[in-house]
């Protein structure tokens, strides 16, 4: 939550003051980042074990996406595109792994904390084809 909350102010800060283009580079790399390191905390939470190095392959590859436009020239509608289908589909990978717990005695909040998740993945995905 530490990394994402760290992305995500950094994203907000963005809109006070005119920051570098590495500056918005860092905040969307620790947003993906920490959203990708959120659903590795679901999975844990419900005892999954394995997977952690698809975590840390993921992880690395969002950081290396969004250095390479950083470095290639500012294209604000890639970034956006890629920050949206970064969000979107790690939202919905959550969804998934919040539907497979549906039928244990915390079904509505689980239900709750899916369709949240399902909203936020349908805005996203909306947003990186709205580009």
């Not at 840390?56 to 604000?76: E, K, Q, S, Y």
């Amino acid at each position: 939550m530490g990394v994402l909350t760290a992305g995500l102010i950094l994203t907000t800060l963005r809109d006070v003051a005119l920051l570098a283009l590495e500056l918005h580079t860092i905040s969307n790399a620790l947003v993906g980042f920490g959203t990708i390191l959120l659903h590795y905390g679901v999975c844990r939470f419900f005892g999954d074990s394995g997977g952690r190095r698809w975590f840390w392959l993921a992880g690395g590859l969002i950081v290396t996406a969004n250095l390479m436009l950083a470095f290639t020239g500012d294209a604000p509608p890639l970034r956006r595109i890629l920050f949206s289908v970064v969000i979107a589909l790690v939202s919905m990978l959550i969804t998934r792994r919040l539907l497979r717990k549906l039928q244990t005695d915390t079904r509505p909040v689980m239900l709750f904390l899916a369709i949240v998740f399902l909203v936020n993945s349908t805005f996203f995905a909306l947003r990186a084809v709205a580009f």
